[in-house]
């Protein structure tokens, strides 16, 4: 985050810091638990929050949250993320490469955001009374994209979960 300096004196997280001549400063950076805060306030809810990340929910039902599969990484910088999937059996007979194709068009309209692809996976989704068996297999992409200050990251994160993270199959 950056901010312009324009008084002699400024208050960041509780501490008072003096102020030299007007010009462009970084900000402190914010912690999971100060980050999770001020996305609170911007009226997200929390699914989980990590060491480095926070991870957004979904709300099913008035009474069920799940992992939205979009986070933002604390750090350095701000890294919004993103998981899209097509799942195996809602596109019987198709290939590895085309469920990833199908994955991955469910973030077309955040690639022209910026958003770039770091890392495809399969997942098998398990029985969960029988380990051994199998009922569906996911193939999922995920998508990241760096943040400028905390402002760019509330707008990446409302894009983000306003998208279909599934590929659908055609009616």
């Given at each position: 985050m950056r901010y312009e300096a324009r008084a002699s004196h400024c208050r960041v997280n509780g501490q008072v810091a003096e102020l030299g001549p007007a010009r462009p400063r970084?900000?402190?950076?914010?912690?999971?638990?100060?980050?999770k805060k001020?996305?609170?306030a911007q009226?997200?809810?929390i699914y989980r929050t990590t060491p480095n990340e926070v991870m957004l929910a979904d709300r099913v039902r008035d009474n069920l949250l799940m992992d939205s599969a979009v986070?933002?990484?604390?750090?350095?910088e701000f890294v919004v993320t993103l998981i899209v999937r097509a799942q195996?059996?809602?596109?019987?007979?198709?290939?590895?490469?085309?469920?990833?194709?199908?994955?991955?068009r469910c973030a077309d309209p955040l690639q022209q955001r910026g958003y770039r692809e770091t890392k495809t996976q399969v997942v098998p989704?398990?029985?969960?009374?029988?380990?051994?068996?199998?009922?569906?297999?996911w193939y999922e992409v995920r998508f990241e994209r760096k943040a400028s200050d905390l402002d760019d990251v509330v707008t990446e994160l409302r894009a983000a979960l306003?998208?279909?993270?599934?590929?659908?199959?055609?009616?």
């Amino acid at each position: 985050m950056r901010y312009e300096a324009r008084a002699s004196h400024c208050r960041v997280n509780g501490q008072v810091a003096e102020l030299g001549p007007a010009r462009p400063r970084e900000m402190p950076k914010l912690t999971p638990s100060e980050l999770k805060k001020a996305l609170q306030a911007q009226g997200f809810e929390i699914y989980r929050t990590t060491p480095n990340e926070v991870m957004l929910a979904d709300r099913v039902r008035d009474n069920l949250l799940m992992d939205s599969a979009v986070a933002v990484r604390v750090g350095d910088e701000f890294v919004v993320t993103l998981i899209v999937r097509a799942q195996s059996s809602d596109f019987p007979g198709e290939g590895e490469s085309v469920l990833y194709g199908r994955a991955r068009r469910c973030a077309d309209p955040l690639q022209q955001r910026g958003y770039r692809e770091t890392k495809t996976q399969v997942v098998p989704v398990y029985d969960p009374g029988d380990r051994t068996r199998t009922l569906d297999t996911w193939y999922e992409v995920r998508f990241e994209r760096k943040a400028s200050d905390l402002d760019d990251v509330v707008t990446e994160l409302r894009a983000a979960l306003a998208l279909e993270k599934s590929a659908r199959p055609q009616p």
